[in-house]
Every structure is written in structure tokens, then in C-alpha cells.
């Protein structure tokens, strides 16, 4: 059962499900706080693995080539600039349209992605682009001549770094103050105004957090995959959102997990069955849930207020 | 401390409060009564931010707040309840009492992070304060507990100490005592007079409840169909003509 090939697409799985799951955490945590998806969160996405390969692009041009520098700027212009994006999608295309319709700031977040997205059409051209690797090698294991398990250090890396972001966003939700009045505003908005919390502020940090650990899966996957293009966070933030609901939106856990058991059942498809039935499979999930648990898997079942 | 003068709110064409004033002064408890319908939730939702009034002021201290956002008015030190329980009722009890003094723990993020002495001095101030009025409410053994999961007695206890950690100078009351047993409706005249005698607070009630009004009120509006109808200590109330008549209709 554990032979080479399956451990194999179980480590490509769990790489590509962390990243999944850093964007779903944006989410469903914009979801549990309004009730809404964030329809541009893909495209924050995307924002960042562009910043990170220009912020990557640039040091090198410099002749900078200390490889932690050079992750560690690409990484925080990344962060900076797509919780900018994220901040100015809450306050352009929600803040003034809360509490209209719900169809509302759907239609105007819609409108928010495509602009982001022909932006960075226009601003770094329709191509693709080549991303550097950075972090090269890996680790081989198994017998000569036989199918080779390998993990690569981008693999480990990916791992980590997810590893590293959730645990730091389960602490800051737990216990710090800013993560308490989190939870108090996606509880009961209208209390926790009153109780003196500023919720337009907490509104806003909740798609800055979310915005962030999509930049940081930004900036890994762009290595992953090795190219990007203006389209890149359409389908991302498409298996993202499938993870979050999956998972059971509005749950934190529920975004991770959900997020690992897409990546697993990608890459088991890829190497079972064919590559090209791997949206198959992770649409398909979709479907069954919204069908048969409609609360995802860690979701509670909305209790109507009485 | 509180003056309302002359407020009206219209929905469409349904005038709810029409004309009503009322006033609280320190060390006072002022009673807001009337028969179901009267208009009593909605001048509670004007005075608290949540309407904005069609006609008239609202004065707090000496400046006006009819129209100002609900957290600018709360953060004055006017707080309110509501006729239904509504705590966080995912989040356990201390957290209920922590989150309700988020705006006295002005802290930046990074203080957080790094939990420098500033951080984690406000951070203990906040729990002490906490755990004061747990006690004070009798919940400090509940202090883990999901405060979903706690009596409804208790979970009315543990809402007006969640009040009183914002250190509010007026707490405005919307039926404390509904759904309450005799014994639980005496303890909280008690803590309602202790919180005016000892603590030096306002309040503003609405209450069904006649004995626990006539007990604690130093004074009493009454409204009736959106309009004022008297006003007086409880004694004069009790013995007025047109109050007994809204109330029990006409002989």
C-alpha cells in the first residue's frame, strides 16, 4: 500500500493542498466575518506572486544574491502590497454597499477581480512569465532502478511555511485582542459596534490577514509552478473557494483541512488516472458536498436566530 | 446627565415616538413603562445609535448625540442591553467580559506580538477587572464556560457585567427581567440599585415587571401609543388617572 508511487503523489498533494489552504483561509475568514465571499481574492493572489517575481526580478538586477534576502524582501513586498489590494477591495467594493442585497457586493467584487486582472494585463503584459526557482535539490529515496520517491526543498519549503502561517494565525485568533473582537464581530456585529469595538476596522483586517497569506502562497507556488500569468489566481482561487467550502466555510480548521484533502485527491487522480481529470475530481467533490453536507465538513449548521 | 427633548421617529407613515422627552440625572434610575407597542425599544434605539431620529435632541452631558454612530455613543459611557440575551455565545465567559474592553486596551498590534510590559499590563488590568465582576455576578466559577452553554439567568447576569466593565456613566436596560423566576428578578433589584448606590451609574430601564419598577425607579415616564403620557416619582404614577386607564382601559 505505502509503495514509492503512492507516497510520491501524497507529498505533491500535501504541498499543493497547504497552498490551497493558505488562500482559502482568506475566505472564509472575509465569510465567517460578513457572510460574503470575497470574489476578488484570487486576484489578491495573483497581485502577490506578480510583486514577489518583479521584487525577485529587481534584487537580481541589483546584484543581490543572498538567497534568505532575497526570499525574505520578495516576500514582505509581496505581503505589503497585496494587503494594500486586499484593504482597498473591502473599502471600495464592500464597505460602501454593506447591508444592501447580498447580489450587490457580489456583482461589485466581480468587478473589483476584473479590473485587477486586466490591470496586471496591461501592466505586465498577457504572456507568462518565468518564475526562478530559487530553492533547488531535494532529497531522493528508494532503491536504484526503481520508482524514486523525491521530495524537493520548494516541497519542504511550501510545508513549512504553510505550517509556520497557520500556527501563527491560530494564536493571533485565539488569544490576542485583535483576534478576540474577530471572533465577537463574526458572532454579532451589531453588539460588538456597540460594546465601542470599531468593526469597520476589524472588517478590514480580516481581508488584510486573508490578503497576506495569499501573498505568501503567491510567492511559493509562483516557484512551484515555475511560470505565472494574469490569469493565475482564476483557477487557484477557484480550488481555493472549493477547499473553504469543503472544509465547512466560515471554519478555520475546516479551510485546512479541506484545503490538504483537495491537494491529496489532485494529485491521486494525476497519478492514478490522468492529469485532466484532476478538476474533475476537485469540482466533483464540490458538488457532492454542497449536495449531501451542505455545512462542509467542520461547518456548523446556521442556527436560525430567534 | 441624559436629556431627550422632544424626539420623534417616523417609520414611512407610522409615527412611533411622537414628541417624547425624558431626562435622567446622576444617581438616578429612571423607569421607562408603557403598554406592548408604545414606543419604549424604539426611543432605547434612538438614544443608543441604533435609529437615527426623524425630529428632536438627544444630549449627553452637553453635547448631542442623535445620529451619532452606535460605538462613538458607547464609547461616551452609554450602554444598553437588549429584550433578548445577546451574548457571544461561542466565546467563553471571561472572553465575553475581555472583547467588551477591547477599547481600553489601545494597543497596537506590534505591543501584542511582542507582548511588551504596557501590553501585558493593560492585558492583566482588563482581566482583573474581568474577574471583579464575575464575582460580583456570582459567575467567576462559570469563567471557562461557553457562555452559550450557561442558565438564562446567569447568562442576563453575565450581560449586564459585560456592560459594567466599559465603565459605562449610563446603562440603559431593555427588560432585564423578562423571563426571570421571583428569586432571580429580586437578586437583580439588588445588583440594579447596587450598580447606582456603589458604582455611581445611571439607568435607564424598560421593564413589564410593575414591582420590580414601582421598587427601584426614583422616577417614571410613561409612553403610551408613541406619546408621552405622564411622568412622576412612583407614587404619583401609581395613583394617576390616565396611566390606570391606558393601563387597564375605561370603567
Redesign the interface.
Known amino acids: 500500500m505505502l509503495d514509492a508511487y503512492f507516497l510520491q503523489q501524497l507529498i505533491n498533494g500535501l504541498t499543493i493542498g497547504s497552498a490551497y489552504a493558505l488562500i482559502a483561509i482568506g475566505y472564509t475568514m472575509v465569510y465567517g466575518i460578513i457572510g460574503m465571499i470575497n470574489f476578488a481574492h484570487g486576484e489578491i493572489y495573483m497581485i502577490g506572486a506578480y510583486t514577489a517575481l518583479i521584487a525577485i526580478t529587481g534584487l537580481a538586477a541589483l546584484g543581490v544574491a543572498f538567497l534568505p534576502i532575497v526570499l525574505l524582501v520578495a516576500l514582505i513586498c509581496a505581503v505589503i502590497v497585496s494587503s494594500s489590494a486586499g484593504w482597498a477591495v473591502e473599502r471600495i467594493a464592500y464597505r460602501p454597499v454593506r447591508g444592501r442585497h447580498r447580489l450587490i457586493p457580489l456583482i461589485s467584487a466581480i468587478g473589483m477581480s476584473i479590473f485587477l486582472q486586466n490591470y496586471v494585463h496591461l501592466a505586465q503584459g498577457s504572456r507568462n512569465m518565468g518564475f526562478p526557482l530559487l530553492i533547488e535539490g531535494g532529497f531522493r529515496f528508494g532503491a536504484e532502478g526503481d520508482f524514486q520517491t523525491s521530495i524537493s526543498y520548494i516541497q519542504i519549503t511550501i510545508f513549512i511555511t504553510t505550517l509556520i502561517c497557520m500556527a501563527g494565525l491560530s494564536w493571533f485568533i485565539a488569544k490576542?485582542?485583535?483576534g478576540?473582537?474577530c471572533?465577537?464581530v463574526s458572532?454579532?456585529l451589531?453588539?460588538?459596534?456597540?460594546?465601542?469595538?470599531?468593526?469597520n476596522r476589524i472588517i478590514a483586517a480580516t481581508f488584510v490577514i486573508g490578503a497576506a497569506l495569499a501573498a505568501v502562497a503567491g510567492l511559493l507556488l509562483g516557484m512551484y509552478y515555475g511560470s505565472i500569468d494574469p490569469l493565475f489566481g482564476f483557477i487557484a482561487g477557484l480550488k481555493a473557494f472549493t477547499a473553504a467550502v469543503l472544509g465547512g466555510i466560515g471554519s478555520i480548521p475546516g479551510a485546512m483541512l479541506g484545503g490538504l484533502i483537495l491537494g491529496v485527491s489532485e494529485s491521486m487522480t494525476s497519478g492514478y488516472l490522468s492529469g485532466e481529470y484532476k478538476d474533475v475530481v476537485s469540482f466533483g467533490l464540490l458538488i457532492l458536498i454542497l449536495l449531501f453536507k451542505p455545512t462542509g465538513l467542520l461547518g456548523k449548521p446556521e442556527v436560525e436566530k430567534? | 446627565m441624559l436629556e431627550v427633548r422632544e424626539l420623534s421617529m417616523r417609520f414611512g407613515g407610522l409615527l412611533a415616538v411622537d414628541q417624547v422627552s425624558l431626562d435622567v440625572q446622576e444617581h438616578e434610575i429612571v423607569s421607562i413603562i408603557g403598554p406592548n407597542g408604545a414606543g419604549k425599544t424604539t426611543v432605547f434605539n434612538c438614544m443608543?445609535g441604533?435609529y437615527k431620529p426623524t425630529g428632536g435632541k438627544i444630549l449627553f452631558g452637553d453635547k448631542e448625540i442623535q445620529g451619532t454612530?452606535?460605538?462613538k455613543i458607547?464609547?461616551l459611557g452609554l450602554?444598553?442591553t437588549?429584550q433578548?440575551v445577546?451574548l457571544?455565545?461561542?466565546?467563553t465567559v471571561v472572553?465575553n467580559l475581555?472583547?467588551?474592553q477591547?477599547?481600553h486596551?489601545n494597543?497596537n498590534?506590534l505591543a501584542?506580538?511582542f507582548k511588551t510590559p504596557g501590553y501585558r499590563k493593560k492585558?492583566q488590568k482588563s482581566l482583573d477587572r474581568a474577574a471583579y465582576w464575575l464575582k460580583r455576578v456570582g459567575l467567576l466559577d462559570l469563567a471557562n464556560r461557553d457562555a452559550g452553554n450557561l442558565a438564562y439567568g446567569q447568562q442576563r447576569r453575565l450581560e449586564i457585567a459585560?456592560c459594567m466593565v466599559?465603565e459605562p456613566k449610563l446603562l440603559m436596560l431593555d427588560e432585564p427581567a423578562a423571563g426571570l423566576n421571583p428569586a432571580e428578578t429580586r437578586e437583580l433589584n439588588q445588583l440594579i440599585i447596587s450598580l447606582k448606590e456603589d458604582y455611581n451609574v445611571s439607568v435607564v430601564l424598560i421593564e413589564h415587571d410593575m414591582s420590580l419598577v414601582m421598587e427601584i425607579s426614583d422616577r417614571i415616564n410613561v409612553i403610551n401609543q408613541g406619546r408621552p403620557l405622564a411622568k412622576g416619582t412612583p407614587d404619583e404614577i401609581r395613583h394617576n388617572d390616565d396611566v390606570i386607564k391606558a393601563y387597564l382601559g375605561e370603567a
Open positions: 490576542s485582542r485583535t478576540r473582537a471572533r465577537a458572532q454579532d451589531g453588539m460588538s459596534s456597540l460594546l465601542g469595538i470599531d468593526t430567534i | 443608543s441604533f454612530p452606535d460605538y458607547s464609547r450602554v444598553r437588549f433578548h445577546r457571544f455565545n461561542r466565546m472572553e475581555l472583547v467588551a477591547h477599547r486596551l494597543t498590534l501584542g506580538l492585558e459585560r466599559t
